[in-house]
């Protein structure tokens, strides 16, 4: 191996019309990792994907997947990845059972054996025509198919779209599963538990620009922790240090964040008043995400 | 009570299918004046009649549109032209429209939301009966009426709407059953219009062994041979009427009797159950695309080859009916030697219009993949768009070169069987396969369009294949240019009884491989276009 990563992606852009879809976006997955891939609606998510399966071509940048160009060695990559849409489209005369097998034979790696195992551990039926799937059943097809391969590298565009809980449990499983097998993952979602559970690293987009990426825990160095304190003393002192922000004092309770470089100190200034209970939460991925996105953003802008 | 809030139904149903059946009631009633005034005027004399009746009972009409009598009457031809088809398509009409808001209302969840409500259980379905019982009543009567309005006997006018009536309410309570069997509304309506098919055929084979104009006794066995057994027009007999209403009240009590002992959504036969993976064929990309396509294909190639067998049927007893100075005659001739085998060319290029109709369908999943989203999961897999699309084309353009064949020996065969020569097959093939250049073309189109137009494809390839009709069948009667109706992909093609000529086929040939190679590299080189 000349390189150890799966994706490599630096300036991408990619235009639809006068749409500006991508402007300059990074997304590096580094082999065996399993990467969150985090945006809102229309932020370019798919497009990427897409422009990494070879079905949409870039207009700058660039892509480069398993050591491969996207758009040139399509077929040839093809056979090392595997894909599962947001929404699993498929034909509706046919079973959920056959598109399986269609969707490996095209592949190329079609093993019964794990297809059944699948089947089995997402509890779908595959003797039912396609017309007959809920949204979470056709969901579950493109997951079996998916982990059934023993591709290199998945794709999963928000694939746990309409599962009860209980099967993003089961989902959550094969992705690890296929981590510790080796397997890279790029895993687009919503749900910020899912993200934080399963991801190696994380890359956050905005209108179609990478905004943050790193480990959770570089990102979450970046941030402010969030912390309660009881204190026998009396705790506005805490107002004149610096680093200290967003300070609401009631009585003998205070919380504040404070930015992790100011950590030691903040610390010492409070030991000598005698602190009985102290509280200190990292920010959660859903702070880092609406930092970007919420009103923080908005006001930053 | 079980029929608690049935006019709050009946209402319901008017008001989300009048115009359903305001379209179905024009489309149907409205033929009745259309064919009678081309009739009369194609038989202005009671001596035109005459000589019809001498010729109306070949074995492919006797068949296809049932046994003729009263053949010398304008009400006896008018039977014979419009009977069948109108008996046919009120008793689909009645069908679908009885499992649309009764089977299909049940499978979409819409039903348990009325019956949560105060609602009967039989309120809903017997609604629907009701207003669909009327309906054809409706369409029944207007028949009679238009047809007396156009000088038509009363008596037999009045036994002609009747005997639609009686023909679709047996239908209705066939719907009725079936949306009770099955748990889907395509089952239901699959399962209905096969006992029509059933019903035809018997009544086919019935009316094909007459003796003279008494259809065989197992005609009976058929509701439409009970309707065909009225003989309007011509004895009016009242009672295959009251058949047909009593097996209709049978039908739909057993229908309700079925409905209070099964479960809201469940059907009494059992779901089929599905493959559990595809075949070690069905998992090819050839295997793929004819599993998707086998009904169509199977249907097209039934619907063709029937209609080839019309064709060679009817082309002599039309040629003898047209005479050389009739001006739709001289359409046909075009640069034949004689009426018969202008018609008979003319016949030939019409089934291969319809093959071409048959390999646009098929070609056209190239663009319907794509835009149903189907296409993303293919094109993310191991096979290059070339070759995805490549099978697509193979399959219409090898499956239209064995239809043209086959139904050009059909019309040999059965033009052959009418005139008494057993070798007309061969001559038929090969004039038939001479139109294969053009069909290629057409799936060259197809392809070409799928690729440049992705979202206009489909309706600009149909509109294109519509304007290629109209030229070829009609281009003469528009008093167009030479040069324009003789060079349009079907007129250029030598046509039966002309002689042979290879530059029109290579040209075509040409540009079919043009436009598919052009079309598949456009394919490969441009976006996947989203959903």
């Known amino acids: ?301 | 009570m079980s029929t608690t809030g049935i006019l709050t139904m009946m209402r319901f149903i008017v008001r989300r299918n009048w115009l359903r059946m305001l379209i179905w009631l024009v489309v149907l009633a409205g033929m009745i004046p259309l064919v009678i005034d081309s009739q009369r005027e194609l038989f202005p004399t009671q001596e035109a009649r005459d000589a019809y009746a001498q010729v109306a009972n070949t074995p492919a009409i006797a068949a296809l549109t049932g046994l003729p009598y009263a053949a010398g009457t304008l009400g006896g031809i008018l039977n014979i032209k419009l009977w069948m088809t109108l008996a046919v398509a009120l008793s689909l009409a009645v069908v679908f429209l009885v499992t649309r808001n009764g089977r299909a209302e049940e499978e979409g969840g819409r039903t348990e939301l009325l019956r949560a409500g105060v609602l009967g259980r039989h309120a809903y379905s017997l609604a629907n009966l009701i207003v669909f019982t009327v309906f054809a009543a409706i369409v029944g009567l207007a028949c009679s009426a238009l047809a007396i309005s156009q000088g038509l006997p009363a008596g037999g006018s009045v036994f002609m709407g009747a005997s639609f009536v009686g023909v679709a309410l047996v239908f209705l309570g066939i719907a009725a059953v079936t949306g009770q069997l099955t748990t889907t509304s395509r089952g239901a309506n699959a399962l209905a219009s096969a006992v029509l098919a059933v019903a035809y055929l018997i009544r086919a084979g019935a009316d094909v062994e007459a003796d003279d104009d008494r259809a065989a006794w197992f005609t009976w066995l058929s509701p439409i041979g009970w309707g065909q057994q009225m003989r309007s027009y011509g004895e009016n007999l009242w009672w295959p009427f009251i058949v047909c209403v009593v097996v209709a009240v049978l039908l739909c009590c057993i229908a309700l009797a079925l409905e209070r002992r099964r479960d809201l959504g469940a059907g009494i036969l059992p779901d089929r159950v599905g493959r559990r993976g595809a075949s070690a064929f069905g998992r090819t990309q050839l295997g793929l695309t004819l599993r998707l396509q086998r009904s169509s294909i199977i249907g097209w190639t039934v619907g063709i080859l029937v209609g080839a067998l019309f064709f060679g049927g009817v082309a002599t007893a039309m040629a003898n009916l047209l005479t050389g100075d009739n001006p739709i005659a001289q359409a046909f001739i075009g640069e034949s030697k004689d009426v018969l085998d202008g018609l008979l060319g003319f016949f030939t290029m019409a089934n291969a219009l319809l093959v071409a109709a048959f390999a646009l369908q098929s070609s056209d999943t190239i663009r319907s993949e794509e835009s149903t989203g189907r296409a993303e999961a293919q094109w993310s897999s191991a096979i290059s768009r070339i070759r995805w699309a490549g099978v697509r084309m193979i399959v219409p353009a090898v499956l239209s070169l064995i239809l043209l064949a086959l139904s050009g020996a059909a019309i040999g065969l059965a033009f052959g069987a009418a005139v008494g020569d057993a070798s007309q097959a061969p001559r038929f093939m090969v004039a038939s396969i001479a139109y294969w250049p053009s069909i290629l073309l057409v799936i060259g189109v197809v392809v070409l369009c799928a690729a440049l137009i992705p979202r206009a494809a489909s309706a600009v390839t149909w509109g294109l294949y519509g304007v290629a009709v109209v030229l070829s069948m009609f281009g003469d009667l528009f008093g167009l240019p030479d040069w324009v109706v003789r060079n349009t992909p079907f007129t250029a093609v030598p046509r039966l009884g002309q002689d042979f000529a290879a530059l029109p086929l290579i040209v075509l040939t040409a540009l079919a491989i043009v436009a598919g190679a052009f079309g598949l590299w456009r394919l490969r080189t441009r976006d996947m276009t989203s959903a």
């Not at chain 1, 065996?32 to 497009?47: C, D, H, I, R, W």
């Not at chain 1, 089947?119 to 997951?143: E, H, I, M």
């Not at chain 1, 890279?184 to 890359?203: G, M, P, Q, W, Y």
Request: proline share 4%; glycine share 10%.
């Open chain 1, 1 to 301: 191996m000349t390189t150890t990563l799966a994706v490599d992606v630096a300036g991408l852009e990619k235009n639809f019309g006068s749409t500006r879809a991508l402007d300059g976006l990074d997304l590096r997955i580094e082999t065996g990792t399993v990467a969150g891939f985090l945006g809102p609606n229309g932020s370019g998510k798919t497009t990427t994907i897409r422009i990494l399966l070879g079905l949409l071509r870039s207009d700058g940048g660039r892509a480069m997947l398993l050591g491969g160009d996207p758009w040139k060695d399509a077929v040839a990559l093809h056979r090392r990845i595997a894909y599962v849409a947001g929404d699993v489209t498929l034909w509706p005369n046919l079973t959920g059972g056959e598109a399986i097998d269609i969707l490996g034979s095209l592949r190329g790696d079609l093993d019964r054996t794990r297809v059944d195992s699948f089947l089995q551990r997402f509890d779908l039926d595959p003797t039912k025509k396609a017309r007959s799937y809920s949204k979470g059943n056709r969901q579950k097809v493109g997951l079996v198919s998916a982990f059934a391969s023993r591709a290199e590298l998945l794709f999963l565009d928000e694939p746990t779209n309409g599962l009860d809980p209980l099967m993003e449990g089961v989902f959550t499983e094969c992705v690890a599963e296929a981590r510790a097998e080796g397997t890279s993952v790029l895993l687009s979602s919503h749900i910020f538990a899912e993200v934080e559970k399963l991801c190696d690293t994380v890359t956050i987009i905005r209108d179609g620009r990478t905004v943050e990426s790193g480990t959770l825990s570089e990102l979450r160095h970046l941030q402010r922790s969030t912390i309660t304190v009881t204190l026998d003393g009396d705790p506005s002192v805490l107002s004149t240090l610096d680093g200290v922000n967003d300070l609401v004092a009631d009585g003998g309770h205070a919380t504040f964040t404070v930015d992790s470089g100011a950590l030691p100190r903040v610390l010492a200034a409070l030991a000598p008043l005698n602190p009985r209970e102290l509280v200190s939460s990292p920010p959660s991925l859903e702070e880092l995400f609406l930092r970007h996105y919420g009103v923080h953003a908005a006001a930053t802008e």
